[in-house]
Structure formats: structure tokens, C-alpha cells
T-cell receptor, first 110, second 113 residues
Framework: QQKVQQSPESLSVPEGGMASLNCTSS?????YFWWYRQHSGEGPKALM?????GDKKEGRFTAHLNKASLHVSLHIRDSQPSDSALYFC??????????FGAGTKLTVKP | SVLLYQKPNRDICQSGTSLKIQCVAD?????MFWYQQFQEQSLMLMAT?????????ESGFTKDKFPISRPNLTFSTLTVNNARPGDSSIYFC??????????FGPGTRLTVL
């Protein structure tokens, strides 16, 4: 089921720093990409979706999609301790459920 | 957006018993999906449930073990039959809104003793 590769597995950045997460899909049928964040004990919360090539910015978060290589990245600038969480990339098609990557554990150190 | 509610929030049961997890959406949705998540691991898609048809199961999940009902466009139930300690995990229901965003319920944490 795992057709979504995420890297790195874990990442530690200082408060105020930039965190960069990567995700690659191996299935060209999947055209929609989502980033989710999950804090311990909670359900996954959508951060942003990206369906077109290029950049999408929402506040401190920027996603970049390259459909040709099926690669999407997430960049978090000015990272805060509250950003410490599990980050999942999910990839899906028109009418099917997203498949999730294994996740990146982000730790932001004060 | 779509709001999804799950009941119960958590459950503890004995091995060999069955339990039901309910998912309710605040609006009609075409498909509901069920995911399983072990502690701090990925969410694994279990099945897709559409109204009026049998659920479609992913590899590794079966109808006998995890029967799913979808009686209407706002409701779904996941049953865990013959529960085992290996089934201890969090179960999420999910659905896609008309905005193409994917929404998740808060999860049901199951512990099987």
C-alpha cells in the first residue's frame, strides 16, 4: 500500500529556523497532494493541499509541487516549538482515498 | 468543509470480543474511508464505503474481520470482530469534501487486552 515516500524520517531545527520536508509518489494516477500535521493524541489536521505545479504559500508554510517528478516538498519558516509534530504527506486521485507516507517527525528546539 | 464525529473516543475490550465504531458526518458525503494507525506510524487505508454498496477493502483487511456498513450518506460503522491485541490502534474515519479537501474524525483509540 505504501506508494508514498517521505524524507527525512526525523528532523530537528532550532526555533526560528527553516524546516524542509520531502515527499515522492510512485503512482502517476495520483494527482492530488496533501500535507497533514498530527500532534500526539490527536487526529491528523490538514495543513495544505496542492494540486498544481509550482508553489503554494499559506502563512509560514510553503508547498512546492513538481508533477513531472511526482515530488512535493513542505517548507516551514520561522519554526515554532508548537510546530513539533508528525507531518504526513498524502497522495490521492480523483475518486480514491489518499495514501499516506510514513511521516516525518519534526522537533523544534527552543 | 466536513465535520466528522466518532464514537466512542476510546474503548478497551477483551480478546475475542467484537466492537463497533461509529462515524457521523455533518453533511452528506459520497465516500467514507476508514484508516488504521498504530502508535506514531502511518495511517493505513482499510476500506472505502459508499452508500448502498459493499465496502471495498484494501490488501490486508477483510470483510469478515472488519465489516463496514454505510446505511446512508452521513453515517458509517466499522466493526472489529474477534479483536486481538494486534488490533490495538487508532481508527479514523475520513471523507472528502466538495472542496477536494480530505477531512478526518478525531479517532477511536482501541486497546485489546
Amino acid at each position: 500500500q505504501q506508494k508514498v515516500q517521505q524524507s527525512p524520517e526525523s528532523l530537528s531545527v532550532p526555533e526560528g529556523g527553516m524546516a524542509s520536508l520531502n515527499c515522492t509518489s510512485s503512482d502517476r494516477n495520483f494527482q492530488y497532494f496533501w500535507w497533514y500535521r498530527q500532534h500526539s493524541g490527536e487526529g491528523p489536521k490538514a495543513l495544505m493541499s496542492i494540486f498544481s505545479d509550482g508553489d503554494k504559500k499559506e502563512g509560514r508554510f510553503t508547498a512546492h509541487l513538481n508533477k513531472a517528478s511526482l515530488h512535493v516538498s513542505l517548507h516551514i519558516r520561522d519554526s515554532q516549538p508548537s510546530d513539533s509534530a508528525l507531518y504526513f504527506c498524502a497522495v490521492g486521485g480523483n475518486n480514491n482515498a489518499p495514501r499516506f507516507g510514513a511521516g516525518t517527525k519534526l522537533t523544534v528546539k527552543p | 468543509s466536513v465535520l466528522l464525529y466518532q464514537k466512542p473516543n476510546r474503548d478497551i475490550c477483551q480478546s475475542g470480543t467484537s466492537l463497533k465504531i461509529q462515524c457521523v458526518a455533518d453533511s452528506q458525503v459520497v465516500s467514507m474511508f476508514w484508516y488504521q494507525q498504530f502508535q506514531e506510524q502511518s495511517l493505513m487505508l482499510m476500506a472505502t464505503a459508499n452508500e448502498g454498496s459493499e465496502a471495498t477493502y484494501e490488501s490486508g483487511f477483510t470483510k469478515d474481520k472488519f465489516p463496514i456498513s454505510r446505511p446512508n450518506l452521513t453515517f458509517s460503522t466499522l466493526t472489529v470482530n474477534n479483536a486481538r491485541p494486534g488490533d490495538s490502534s487508532i481508527y479514523f474515519c475520513s471523507s472528502r469534501g466538495t472542496d477536494y479537501e480530505q477531512y478526518f474524525g478525531p479517532g477511536t483509540r482501541l486497546t485489546v487486552l
